[in-house]
């Protein structure tokens, strides 16, 4: 048997046995077994704590009593007792769910309506109804937990409905963000979120065959409500308040998140930064090649940023270079790039000499002769800043 399917007595009940059961039912006040129920429940904190009139446990608790009542007078279930306990356990799921009372709670104080009933009716039997009373036994605990069954089944359907509208305003809110959205706006945003106005804010930017990966971080990161979400095209917006603190949920969404092929930006110093953070952060997802690894940040793609820039203005950078360097042979020119690679990335001749395997003499000469051919002396950073941004 399933919750989800009428129940049947499965006894062999004598015409004397349910003549019997019968009359002792009759003898039932629901209004008396309502009273016992709400003394009952009215002890399970949680129950007890939340914002559920007693006059609406009252109510619910009476009608199912009666449903409860009238499907025991009977061996097996017809569909109106299983469509009359089904309504009923719709209203108390619903309301419950509602309420905030915790599942468990719930079906704790369900259960109480066997406690109940079973104490009600050994209270008005007689000795010569003990055997009456245990043959209706299994059948009064499964009409009993049927209704439970029903009841739990409306809770959870109401409580996802609960969450999806939920979450359905909180998407309407973090896309009011990303539109123009006034002060007041904003402030009703935060307040949603549950975060400051000025709170810092740390934003990833996903885009195609990477926003899987990027969902499946943040769940791992066990962020919940701390994190928040934005399509944006074929991007995924994620940002959190930024938190280096350690064992703090914005430092344990950093670090999933600071392996991924992604646009990293921030912190952005306040909410109302967020829409062109997140346009940057999409700007600097689009910068990563195959095959590279790791989140693109400011510091790693300013120089590629620009070079893309230039050469869209039709302004290559490096073109001037590459056309002096043609003069020199393959292999000068090899060492000579080489040489001022090293040197762009180490700042130091010593360094750069070191991982070129060469003398800091031989090194000085290769920046010389480049100087020489190209006009870039690599020590002035003006001139420098050229081949950053053009080699980028």
């Not at 939340?50 to 499907?71: C, D, H, Q």
Request: hydrophobic fraction near 50%; charged fraction near 20%; include cysteine.
């Amino acid at each position: 048997m399933t919750l989800d399917e009428p129940v049947s007595g499965g006894q062999n009940v004598t015409n004397a046995d349910s003549s019997g059961w019968r009359s002792l039912l009759a003898q039932l006040s629901v209004d008396a077994l309502t009273e016992d129920f709400i003394a009952r429940v009215m002890t399970i904190p949680e129950y007890a704590k939340a914002p559920l009139p007693v006059s609406e446990i009252r109510r619910t608790g009476a009608s199912s009593f009666a449903a409860l009542i009238a499907a025991l007078g009977r061996d097996d279930d017809t569909a109106q007792d299983w469509a009359d306990r089904e309504s009923i356990a719709t209203d108390v799921g619903v309301s419950r769910a509602r309420a905030g009372v915790p599942i468990e709670s719930l079906m704790t104080a369900i259960r109480l309506d066997f406690s109940v009933l079973w104490q009600a009716l050994t209270a008005i039997a007689t000795e010569a109804d003990a055997a009456v009373l245990v043959a209706h036994t299994a059948r009064m605990w499964q009409v009993v937990d049927s209704y439970a069954g029903q009841t739990q089944a409306a809770y959870v359907v109401e409580q996802q409905r609960m969450h999806d509208e939920a979450f359905s305003v909180r998407q309407g809110l973090v896309a009011s963000l990303f539109g123009d959205p006034s002060e007041a706006m904003l402030a009703q945003v935060a307040a949603a979120l549950r975060v400051a106005l000025d709170a810092s804010f740390a934003v990833a930017v996903a885009v195609g065959e990477e926003v899987p990966k990027l969902r499946v971080a943040l769940a791992a990161a066990r962020a919940g409500d701390a994190v928040f979400t934005h399509h944006l095209g074929d991007a995924l917006v994620a940002f959190w308040v930024s938190d280096s603190r350690p064992g703090s949920v914005g430092l344990r969404i950093a670090e999933r998140v600071g392996v991924l092929r992604c646009g990293l930006a921030g912190p952005t110093p306040e909410l109302a930064s967020l829409r062109a953070s997140a346009r940057f952060a999409r700007s600097l997802a689009g910068l990563l090649q195959p095959g590279e690894e790791g989140p693109m940040t400011w510091a790693r793609g300013w120089a590629r940023m620009a070079r893309l820039r230039l050469d869209e203005s039709g302004a290559s950078v490096i073109a001037p270079v590459d056309a002096a360097l043609a003069s020199c042979g393959t292999a000068e020119r090899q060492r000579l790039v080489e040489a001022v690679r090293s040197y762009l990335e180490t700042g130091s001749v010593s360094l750069s000499a070191e991982q070129l395997f060469c003398h800091r003499n031989t090194l000085m000469n290769r920046l010389r002769r480049f100087a020489e051919v190209t006009g870039i002396d690599v020590s002035v950073p003006r001139e420098a800043a050229q081949l950053v941004v053009g080699w980028a």
